[in-house]
Structures are given as C-alpha cells and as structure tokens.
C-alpha cells in the first residue's frame, strides 16, 4: 500500500528537498495535502506531478487564481487550516511540517490530529509551544520526528538513558561571515547573508545562521524536545558542517553523528523510517575528519549567542518573545531597514524590557496567547527599530 504524505510548506527548501526524495519512488507514495504561502505556481507543478487532491493556500488573491485553474479538476482548494480540517476526515502515515516561522504553529497543532508521524522542521513551534505540541502528540497518539539535522543527529544517538549524559555539543558552520572582521560586520548586506557557505535554506533561517541565532534556537529546540538540563548543551563552530552532533555520556562514551551537509539525509531517514532503502551519498570525507577544527564561537562578533543565558529549561511565554522579535527584526534587515549589527543589539534590549520578563513565569496554554503576543512584541520591537534609526 502506498505510504500517505502531507508536506505544509512544501514550495520552501525543506519541502522541496521532501518532494526531490518521493519524485525518485512515486509508486510508493500518494501526496494527500500540500500547502504553500502564496507560490500558487510552484505549488500546481507538485500538484500535477503527484496528483495530489488537497491543497492550502494561505494567499487570498493566489488562492482565487488556483481555485479557477483547477476548477475542473477533483481538487480540494482551501484558504485555510480551519476548512481543510471540517472536510478532511482520513489519516496520512507522514506529515512534514516545514512553514517557516510562527506561523508554522496553527497548521502544525491542527494536523497532528491526522497525522500517525509528525515530523518538524519549524523550529519556531517547538521553541515556543512544545508543550501544547506534545499534549495533541500525545492525545491523538501520534509519533514526534525532528528534521532539524542537531536534532534529528542527537535522536540518533540517543538511546542511553537521558540522565547518562554529560554534555551534548551542538556543531555551527558559522555561517558566512565566520571570518570576516568584526569591522566590517556593520556594511553586511542582505544579499550576502543568505548566501550560506554550506546549506541552502530560506532566507529567514539564511539571516538567523549569519547572526548565529539560530544556534540559540536550536538550543532550546533540543532541550524541549529531549528534555536534558539547558546547561549540558554547548555551541562549537566546525566549519565544514560534517559533524551535526556529539553526546558524551557519562560511561565514558562519547558519540559523534557525521553526514554529508545535506537536508536530504534527515528527511530521506524520516521518509523511509526503517525500510531497507538506500540513498546515494559521498564516500566519508577523510580529509575534514583529520580536519574537523572545532572552535569556540566568537560572542563580540555574535552577541546573539549570549542570549541564550536568559532562557532555562523551562517552557514558557518569554521563549515567544524572543522568537517573535527576531523575526521581526529579520524582517526588517531582509527589507534594509536596519542593520545586521542591530538585529542582536535590538533583540538584546527587547528581552530586556520590564514588561516581557513576567513571561518568563507564564507557561502557554494555547495557540491564541502565542500568537497575541507574538503581534504585541513585533509592533513594540518594529518601534524600538524605527527609534533607534532616528538616534
Ligand atoms: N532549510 C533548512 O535547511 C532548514 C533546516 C532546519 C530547520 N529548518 C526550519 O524549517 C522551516 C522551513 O524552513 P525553509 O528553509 O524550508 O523555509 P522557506 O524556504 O522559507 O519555506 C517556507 C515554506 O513555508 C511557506 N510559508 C511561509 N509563510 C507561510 C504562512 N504564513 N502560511 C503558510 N505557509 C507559509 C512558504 O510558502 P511560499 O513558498 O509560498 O512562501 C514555503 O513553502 C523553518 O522553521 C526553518 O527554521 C530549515
């Protein structure tokens, strides 16, 4: 029987990566849903392809050309989460969840009902809801995969008992400005840094690599879902992206995962589990083995990775506050409104405003809450960035 599949942002990266991997084995796989933002062409290209029957597109005026593209055929188009799911009434073996940013959450918690295995890449859910993403996994008996490679890596070699470990490394490439002097930090622009030297990935996750953000995220990502103490995690650059993950437990062992830098390899494992498939890669790469050089990470050149002494193992509204204002200053570094040195400088004061630390005490307790804070600590932190422009 074919192996039912639902992409949610399946036009970015990692959803095409997920799309390249079943286009090689179509007879295996049925696509039952597909969702995209608004690239209604990118979309129709994987919906002929696969003949899939539901799909969601979140953009009003491209949904309404795809509805009269597809008027005749047996397509369900929908607008939203919230039609889709008062129709859909089947169960899909796979889904990958990979919309990028908080806007992930909604679609992520209302598939997990119909989801047997639910993998994610939207790291901005798990950091800010992993509770309620665990409560409606747990509910509808469904099984949790990570498809961030940390994280996927760390599952891997996870199958000592957790309180065995004694530190677990996270690897960073360092991105793209890994050796460019701080001086010149100031005149970055956008384009050069969604030019990562080692993956290629949306231009959301591209910024929060180039500031090393995104190794705070992960941080926290790791700790909710594995729940190991915040302070076992520690942050090493190794430039060439080999090694996504080393565990030392605490018998002595210490565990390194390497594969080739390549989104393919998670997502091919998550695909085809336990089947006895292969894929093609490189033959081991002796020459970065002998060459791994781990360094600790510069924190003048990336303050951002200061940050993460703010946050605990505990879950709670302030993990939002933090995801959401990044995401607005990424936002307005992506349109040049302010500047890559000002991302982690803003964000900084952000977290330290009075009014956001009572957060720290507030668990979430539904998506609603996340999201309206989300919008409050956006606008304040677009006004904090228009006032440090006229400063
Ligand atoms: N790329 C990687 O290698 C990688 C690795 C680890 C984790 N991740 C995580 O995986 C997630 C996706 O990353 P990506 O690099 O694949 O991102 P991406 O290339 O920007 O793709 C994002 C996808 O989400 C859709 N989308 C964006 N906003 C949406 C909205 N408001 N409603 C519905 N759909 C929306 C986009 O549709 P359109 O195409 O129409 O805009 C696209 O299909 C992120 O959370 C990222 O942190 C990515």
Known sequence: MKKKIAILGSTGSIGKSSINILKKD?????????????NYKELLKQVKDFKVRNIIINNLKNYLILK???KNKKINVFNNFDLFNKKFNSKIDLTISAISGLDGLKPTLDI?????????????????????????????KSEFIPIDSEHFSIRELLNEKKNNIEEVIITASGGPF????????????PKNAIKHPNWKMGSKISVDSAT?????????????IFNININKFKIYIHPKSYVHAVIKFNNGLTKILVHDTS???????????????SIITKKIDFSIINNLNFQEPNKI??????????????????????????DELVYLFLKGQIKFTEISIILKKILELKEFSKYKQIIPTNYEQIYKLSRYVRLKTFSLSVLSQKC
């Open 26 to 38: 179509k007879k295996n796989f049925e696509i039952i849903l597909l969702t995209t933002n608004s």
């Open 68 to 70: 009269k593209k597809l």
């Open 112 to 140: 997990i009902q119909f989801s047997k295995k639910i993998a994610i890449a939207n790291k901005e859910s798990i950091i800010c809801a992993w509770n309620l993403i665990q409560k409606k996994i747990k509910k509808y």
């Open 178 to 189: 890994l050796n460019l002097p701080f001086k010149n930090f100031e005149k970055i622009k």
């Open 212 to 224: 090393l953000m995104n190794k705070v995220f992960e941080v926290i990502e790791a700790q909710r």
């Open 263 to 277: 989104m393919t390899i998670p997502i091919f494992n998550i695909i085809y589990d336990k089947a006895d498939k």
């Open 301 to 326: 050149k990336f303050p951002s990775l200061k940050l993460l002494n703010k946050f605990s193992s505990k879950i709670s509204l302030y993990d939002t506050v933090l995801v959401a204002a990044n």
